[in-house]
């Protein structure tokens, strides 16, 4: 840096702002980040081959009547089959509620759950936690309330509660 004070004139030497560190951590680092977005940029996240054929996994199915025709299930009601199916495994508040909740496509606000049952708030929510915890339910909240929906699971055997 050079300094100018009226006739005199003064050199002095200004430290290097980045080492050599800090270059070499830099160009690592830009680097790193240029070769992991090239890996995402180009990387097929897609099925490579179709999935095996499972009973998950089908999405037609010939049922014989008089028309030859195919028919696609609904997802909604094989859906509805897989909860219908979780119903007899369930305590009878807890079944009560599970039902309710069914019976609205799976899809229901908690203080309607208690308005269109006889159970207090307190003993929905204590049944809804044993649900949830199963992974029957989910619950969301939504601005000072929950919404609870019904999950993809499957519940095989009966627990006690």
């Known amino acids: 840096m050079v300094t100018i004070k009226g006739s005199t004139s003064s050199i002095h030497r200004v430290p290097s702002v980045y080492t050599l560190r800090d270059v070499v951590v830099l160009l690592t680092a830009a680097w790193v980040g240029g070769i992991t977005t090239g890996y995402l940029w180009f990387t097929d996240y897609g099925p490579s081959k179709p999935p095996a054929?499972?009973?998950?996994?089908?999405?037609?199915?010939?049922?014989?009547?008089?028309?030859?025709?195919?028919?696609?299930?609904?997802?909604?009601?094989?859906?509805?089959?897989?909860?219908?199916?979780?119903?007899?495994?369930?305590?009878?508040?807890?079944?009560?509620?599970?039902?309710?909740?069914?019976q609205h496509d799976g899809y229901l606000e908690q203080q309607q759950v208690v308005a269109e049952t006889d159970l207090s708030q307190s003993t929905v929510s204590r049944k809804l936690d044993l649900l949830e915890r199963d992974g029957l339910i989910e619950r969301k909240r939504r601005g000072m309330g929950n919404v609870v929906s019904l999950t993809d699971t499957n519940r095989k055997q009966p627990q006690s509660s």
Do not use: G, H
């Not at 014989?64 to 997802?75: F, M, Y």
């Not at 009878?92 to 599970?98: H, S, V, W």
């Open 53 to 102: 054929d499972t009973d998950d996994n089908k999405t037609a199915s010939i049922e014989p009547d008089n028309s030859s025709t195919a028919t696609v299930p609904d997802p909604l009601e094989r859906q509805k089959r897989i909860w219908e199916s979780n119903l007899e495994t369930l305590a009878d508040d807890e079944q009560q509620i599970y039902e309710l909740v069914l």
